[in-house]
């Protein structure tokens, strides 16, 4: 979980708390993660795949290496800010 640079600003005690609460899913190629302005209720790590982030419809950023992506939406209450599909299976 080291790999996930949002995860290096907490302490080991509050990243294995972290842990111990994930869930595993799985999504397909051509999946929406995210939907742009929906409610945000989760965080979720990118643990192997590919993600592109879609902002109004347009393609922002594509990612592939381990990230977390959605705690935006946790931090300050607000509706998620873009959309996020998969590009293969994760």
């Known amino acids: 979980m080291r790999k996930i640079a949002y995860l290096n600003n907490y302490s080991h005690y509050i990243v294995l708390k972290i842990a111990d609460k994930i869930k595993a899913e799985y999504f397909w190629n051509g999946d ?3 939907q742009e302005g929906d409610e945000g209720d989760r965080v979720f790590f990118l643990v ?3 993600i592109d982030i879609l902002k109004n419809g347009k393609k922002n950023a594509s990612i592939s290496e381990p990230c977390a992506f959605g705690e935006k939406a946790l931090e300050s209450n607000a509706k998620r800010q873009a959309t996020v ?3 293969s299976d994760i």
């Open 32 to 34: 929406t993660i995210i």
């Open 85 to 87: 599909k998969a590009t």
């Open 48 to 50: 192997s795949g590919e």
